[in-house]
């Protein structure tokens, strides 16, 4: 897509201004809908009008350019986006292997990037399980769990009242809603109070998630699967990870035997968003 941006620019931007360009952009929507988020550098500020003109050019469904303001912060894990150009209602039905969800990427966490990791993940899930997906957004991993396993059940837990509100929606509009459970509340308040255990517990935040391992350990079922997501430095992806994982299990008298040890995503040259799956075992 960059190239098609480029020869629209081409003339109207200066050379070192063109050579600034985002070389990707993240669109989430249908055919008929869709917001772009782009990444502007420090240099383009009088530009970037004409750049958001020039993706909605190339990208017909393209109906709304948001400008990336911060990085995501906060419980709720939201960047601030800046409208550019366009509508602004920047709602959308993102689709995404056959499932459907509604979003607002301004009031909510989704990432597109994270559709072939969910492809890794409900390739190692079987029917019949039990599931817990903490931090669970607007609902793409237990719906699409759901969606392609239908003896499984899923529990999905989310502090985000715009995301639960989404979740629940597409729920509905996925036709899940019989077999993914939705509760708005802070994982540590909400999980202890479930009571039952889970086959498989889901920890998808990156950034911290390690810190609710307290509240996910006693969650699992003798020889059930957690799945713990971490940012780690490149040079060394797994150490941390795996010391945290033995320290928590250890804790309430368990072990643990590694299953999968997966490099996700780069987040940075320097970090990396790492995901290591354990079972949890008896002495």
Aim: charged share 30%; proline share 5%; hydrophobic share 40%.
């Amino acid at each position: 897509m960059r190239r098609g941006i480029l020869a629209e620019l081409r003339g109207s931007l200066p050379e070192e201004a063109l050579c600034l360009v985002p070389r990707s952009f993240d669109i989430l929507g249908s055919k008929q809908r869709a917001v772009a988020i782009v990444e502007l550098q420090e240099g383009l500020e009088a530009y970037e009008e004409a750049i958001a003109e020039a993706v909605m050019r190339v990208q017909k469904n393209v109906v709304s350019v948001l400008a990336k303001q911060s990085a995501r912060e906060g419980d709720y894990r939201v960047r601030e986006l800046r409208l550019v150009k366009g509508n602004p209602d920047t709602e959308i039905v993102h689709r995404e292997s056959g499932c459907h969800f509604r979003l607002d990427p301004r009031t909510v966490y989704f990432s597109t990037r994270e559709s072939n990791e969910r492809n890794r993940i409900i390739s190692t899930i079987v029917d019949g399980e039990e599931i817990l997906v903490m931090f669970s957004g607007v609902g793409p991993l237990p719906i699409r769990i759901a969606k392609a396993r239908p003896g499984v059940r899923a529990t999905a837990v989310e502090l985000n009242p715009y995301a639960h509100n989404y979740c629940v929606e597409n729920t509905h509009m996925n036709r899940v809603a019989d077999r993914v459970e939705t509760i708005q509340g802070d994982v540590r308040e909400v999980c202890p109070g479930l009571g039952r255990r889970f086959d498989r517990v889901l920890m998808p935040l990156p950034k911290g998630a390690y810190r609710f391992l307290d509240v996910a350990t006693p969650l699992l079922k003798d020889g059930g699967t957690l799945s713990l997501y971490h940012w780690a430095p490149g040079d060394d992806l797994f150490t941390e990870a795996e010391a945290l994982l033995r320290e928590a299990f250890e804790g309430e008298g368990r072990g643990v035997e590694f299953l999968r040890r997966v490099k996700v995503s780069q987040y940075n040259p320097k970090f990396w968003k790492v995901r290591v799956d354990v079972k949890a075992t008896r002495p």
